[in-house]
């Protein structure tokens, strides 16, 4: 798989239940970030987490990352109708000097009411 | 809450015409990039523009393309003869110089080669 690839692919879920999503990557990163792209609109930033870190939290939303494993999860609890949308991670090598980002194909996430 | 702005929302052109997309990164930002999303695939990293000059590029940046931060306040990405396979979302995004490194997206902008 490519750096940054998700899944599931596509998600539907009912309100109210947990969404979990999971990206993995190839190459060595510094952070990894998760963000929320509406359809055909912009990327909304969610959250970020270091290399050295395993678990974040923000509001509703938990991300942990396994570097050993090269793996990433985000988990949206309790979820809504409006977090109907697909949700990308995307990586850097800042210690190298790259800030490009390098996106997934995404996980395309549908909430039920 | 500062946010990254892009103009236009959409842009038709047709193919050889030059244009330019525009874009206002958060004030206190250094760090400023475009990426490209052609329709139903990955979002692509294009150029990283730091201190007045290109920090990063990739292999689609080539020499069609280019960046400018003309003013103060404006970041702009030129593409010159437009292809049809330019078509795609052209998001401009920035960041703080040192951490934390997340990057703030605009909406974007529709390009539309005919």
């Known amino acids: 798989s490519q750096q940054g690839e998700e899944d599931p692919q596509a998600l539907s879920i009912q309100e109210g239940e947990n969404a979990t999503m999971n990206c993995s990557y190839k190459t060595s990163i510094n952070n990894l970030q998760w963000y929320r792209q509406n359809s055909g609109r912009g990327l909304v930033h969610l959250i970020l987490i270091r290399s050295n870190e395993r678990e974040k939290h923000s509001g509703r939303l938990r991300v942990t990352l396994d570097t050993s494993k090269k793996s990433s999860s985000l988990l949206i609890t309790a979820s809504r109708a409006a977090d109907t949308a697909s949700y990308f991670c995307?990586?850097?090598?800042?210690?190298?000097?790259?800030?490009?980002?390098?996106f997934g194909s995404g996980t395309r996430l549908q909430v039920q009411p | 809450e500062p946010e990254v702005t892009q103009t236009p929302s959409h842009q038709v052109t047709q193919m050889g015409q030059e244009v330019i997309l525009r874009c206002v990164p958060i004030s206190n930002h250094l760090y400023f990039y475009w990426y490209r999303q052609i329709l139903g695939q990955k979002v692509e990293f294009l150029v990283s523009?730091?201190?007045?000059?290109?920090?990063?590029k990739s292999e689609i940046f080539d020499d069609q393309f280019s960046v400018e931060r003309p003013d103060g306040s404006n970041f702009t990405l030129k593409i010159r003869s437009t292809k049809l396979e330019d078509s795609a979302m052209y998001f401009c995004?920035?960041?703080?110089?040192?951490?934390?490194?997340?990057?703030?997206f605009g909406p974007g902008t529709r390009l539309t080669v005919t």
């Open positions: 995004a920035s960041s703080e110089s040192q951490g934390p490194y997340e990057q703030y």
């Open positions: 523009f730091y201190n007045n000059e290109i920090s990063e």
């Open positions: 995307a990586t850097d090598a800042i210690r190298t000097g790259r800030r490009a980002l390098t």
